[in-house]
């Protein structure tokens, strides 16, 4: 059964910012689909689909490794 979480995230601007995000997420593993809500210059919505219950400290470092910062839902 597939869980899904979502996380806030700063500093995305443009479908290339997408691109990273979304490549360091899908080599998590268990990790079956990412979908972003882009909002340029404001907190993006990242939607993680997994099989596997995800960290949520390896989330935030693959987002890291991408560039950008997940920030608290309240932020």
């Known amino acids: ?3 899904t979480i979502t996380v806030n995230v700063s500093g995305m601007t443009c479908g290339h910012c ?3 995000v979304t490549e360091e997420l899908t080599e998590l593993k268990g990790v079956e689909d990412v979908s972003v809500e882009l909002n340029s ?3 993006s919505e990242i939607t993680i689909t997994s099989t596997l219950t ?3 400290a390896e989330v ?3 987002v890291a490794e991408a ?3 997940v920030v608290a839902n309240n932020a």
Do not use: F, T
Request: glycine content about 16%; overall charge negative; cysteine-free.
């Open 1 to 3: 059964m597939s869980k």
């Open 18 to 20: 997408v691109s990273s």
């Open 41 to 43: 210059g404001g907190i």
């Open 54 to 56: 995800l960290d949520p």
């Open 60 to 62: 935030s470092e693959a």
């Open 67 to 69: 560039g950008y910062l």
